[in-house]
């Protein structure tokens, strides 16, 4: 009887441990021997940020129209709502997907199909020296590897984005919280020539 009620005692005092214990924050980026990232999982269960129909970033004409859809790991989402701040291991999903106006009953606009790709933005100053990296994945791509430095999408993200390499003015319910905490840069609003 006495191992018994001892073993009941160890088992509370763990679970209660267990519950006390800090949560752990995931997801956080993952990477194979050779340094590349793994593809992220369950993305889509993550936090919503924003999505965007035929968003193009350089005036050249001829591109493929797409929806993006951008999605945060939850914990570093609420570390920038309490914070301004995107913690270090932050990564930000854009799935990109294929548009179609015609199909069942739509009449007009748009609406989503096929993945196109992924790209994957990752915060981690100790893994890469300036802080941010980028990743294009293939729809059906496992691994990637980081962008070369100086890459397109790291000099676009430096010259334009609104907080840190991120475009928070493109996620309206992050920009009232980048702005309380004056980290939001507001130039990075007007309207210009991006290349």
């Not at 441990?17 to 980026?29: I, N, R, T, V």
């Not at 984005?161 to 920009?175: C, D, G, I, R, S």
Request: charged residues 25%; aromatic residues 14%; hydrophobic residues 40%.
């Amino acid at each position: 009887m006495k191992r018994v009620v001892f073993a009941l005692i160890l088992l509370t005092v763990c679970l209660v441990l267990l519950a006390a214990a800090p949560e752990e924050k995931s997801p956080k980026p993952k990477y194979d021997a050779k340094g590349q990232l793994l593809r992220p999982v369950d993305y889509r269960e993550w936090m919503f940020l924003s999505a965007g129909y035929g968003m193009n970033y350089s005036p050249a004409p001829g591109s493929h129209e797409m929806f993006t859809n951008v999605f945060v790991p939850r914990w570093a989402y609420q570390d920038f709502i309490n914070s301004g701040k995107w913690p270090e291991q932050t990564m930000f999903v854009i799935d990109e997907r294929d548009a179609q106006s015609k199909g069942s009953i739509n009449k007009t606009g748009h609406f989503q199909t096929d993945l196109m790709g992924l790209a994957v933005e990752v915060k981690d100053s100790s893994r890469y020296p300036e802080k941010w990296a980028y990743f294009a994945f293939e729809a059906d791509g496992k691994i990637a590897e980081a962008m070369p430095k100086g890459n397109g999408c790291w000099s676009c993200h430096d010259a334009h984005a609104a907080v840190e390499h991120t475009f928070v003015q493109f996620y309206p319910t992050l920009k009232p919280v980048a702005k309380k905490f004056g980290v939001y840069n507001e130039k990075r609003e007007l309207v210009t020539d991006a290349k």
